[in-house]
């Protein structure tokens, strides 16, 4: 997977002028410089439109180098190709924005996988979606907080989590694990860097409805069938996000549903469990 190196790079004259959008700041608190990850497509794409319409400078990058190309060319933003799973990729994608843009305000680290599968899913798989959902936030902390720590600021710091988790997910047990995984990573962010200019927020809609839910691999599963009841358009979770953009509230939750989930869950675990598993023998038939 090739790096966001200078090849990878528009012209700088492939995007507007500044002049032609509006102004950075149109919003009080408005990120003016902002990087999205997963940005080619789907809720990254709708995060990457939602910024640059309120005048913010946005570096669009997906592992698609395409499908970033297009959404850049689309809101004038810098398109860089990345593997978000991949370290070197990471820190040249930090590097890139950093020089192009003079700073960065934002980070929304926003790509994921979603494999369909149990307990019989293969290692590889595994430490894929482990890297992907879990290891990129990892590593964009790893490369921009020694950046951003102590000094001027507020730095904004916007993981997609899923609902999947807070409340778990049928049908993809290492989307379970790892979306857990991604939100526990944020809590520990918060929790240790709060009082050094750090706002971390976790992003948490159910379902949305991008290619996640509709291509091959999870169409007609159960992850894919959950997710698809009461699912948002992706502009719709980027409204959402900005908007807790002017605020600090941890959880982010497009669909506000989730934060009663969430108290269920925690204040009766048990039936919780029991109630996801009378899910699980429906999508089985109902026989069990
Ligand atoms: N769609 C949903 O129902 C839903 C619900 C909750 C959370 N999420 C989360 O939201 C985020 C975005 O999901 P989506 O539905 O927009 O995804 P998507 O599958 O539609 O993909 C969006 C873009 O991410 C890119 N991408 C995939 N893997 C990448 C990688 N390793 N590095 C860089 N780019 C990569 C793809 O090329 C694509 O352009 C993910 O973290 C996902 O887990 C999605």
Known sequence: ??????????????????????????????????????????????????????GAEVVVSDLDAAAAQAVASEIGGLAAPADAAN??????????????????????????M?????????????????????????????????????????????????????????????????????????EWLRATYAHRGLIVQALCPQGVRTDMLTRGETSGSASSTMLADGALEP??????????????NFLVLPHPEVAEYYRLRAADTDRWLGGMNKIQRTFEGGTR
């Open 1 to 54: 997977m090739s790096g966001p190196d200078a090849g990878s790079r528009p012209e700088a004259g492939s995007r507007p002028e500044a002049g032609s959008r509006p102004e950075a700041g149109s919003r009080p608190e408005a990120a003016r410089r902002v990087v999205v990850t997963g940005a080619g497509g789907g809720i990254g794409a709708a995060l990457a439109r939602r910024f640059a319409a309120d």
């Open 87 to 112: 370290e070197d990729d990471t820190r040249r994608l930090i590097e890139l924005a950093w020089a192009e843009l003079g700073g960065i305000d934002l980070f929304c680290s926003n790509a994921g």
């Open 114 to 186: 979603l494999s369909v599968g149990d307990e019989n899913t293969p290692d590889d798989d595994w430490a894929r979606s482990w890297n992907v959902n879990v290891m990129s936030h990892v590593h964009v902390t790893r490369h921009l907080l020694p950046r951003w720590l102590d000094q001027d600021g507020p730095h904004r710091l916007l993981i997609t989590v899923s609902a999947a988790g807070l409340l778990s997910i049928l049908g993809s047990a290492s989307y379970a694990v790892t979306k857990h995984g991604a939100l526990a990573y944020a």
């Open 235 to 248: 502009a719709e979770v980027a409204e959402v996000a900005a908007k807790a953009l002017d605020g600090e």
